[in-house]
């Protein structure tokens, strides 16, 4: 209750809908997708339309929280071509997006909760988590789909704001 959280790949909305259910009426979630969800009518939560990439939806972001994130989530995934390294490079471009953005919006110490698929890039995905944040730890949930690739990483305790990287000259 009370977090600040993003939705990255909003759309339809369903984490939305967990999330400012947990956070409640004194929590702020902030969702971003380039098609928004149906309205859910809930005071605290509120949809930024836009691409991901552009530095002008990280700054609605931002001004939307009204303070730094606590979770940032992420079931971001590009429209899948059938073209196994194809498809791999583009998830892994999606992937390092939402590092990249958790780093311009989380607190020190917040987590990033992102999906990742079990192909030739998972492994270097996992060491740029890993060197980003205190603990990394993946799971595939009992409803994925028999022979599915996708599972969930929580990764907790941002070691640093790319803020807080820029004050210090890193």
Same mark, same amino acid.
């Given at each position: ?30 969702? +971003? ?49 059938? +073209? ?32 990742? &698929?079990?192909?030739?890039? &998972? ?9 980003? &944040? ?37």
């Amino acid at each position: 209750p009370g977090a600040r959280v993003v939705d990255l790949g909003c759309w339809p909305g369903g984490w939305l809908q967990v999330a400012a259910e947990g956070v409640g009426p004194s929590g702020r979630v902030v969702g +971003i997708d380039v098609k928004p969800p149906e309205p859910l009518g809930a005071a605290q939560v509120e949809v930024v339309t836009g691409d991901l990439a552009d530095e002008g939806v990280v700054e609605r972001v931002r001004a939307a929280l009204g303070g730094p994130a606590d979770v940032v989530l992420s079931d971001l995934a590009p429209k899948l071509s059938g +073209i196994r390294h194809s498809d791999a490079a583009r998830h892994a471009e999606l992937v390092r997006l939402a590092l990249l953005r958790s780093q311009d919006w989380l607190a020190p110490g917040g987590s990033l909760l992102l999906k990742l &698929f079990m192909d030739a890039e &998972f492994e270097g995905l996992l060491a740029e988590l890993r060197a980003a &944040f205190s603990a990394v730890r993946s799971t595939k949930p009992d409803a994925t789909r028999r022979g599915s690739a996708e599972l969930y990483t929580l990764a907790r305790g941002l070691r640093a704001s790319r803020a807080a990287l820029a004050d210090h000259g890193a």
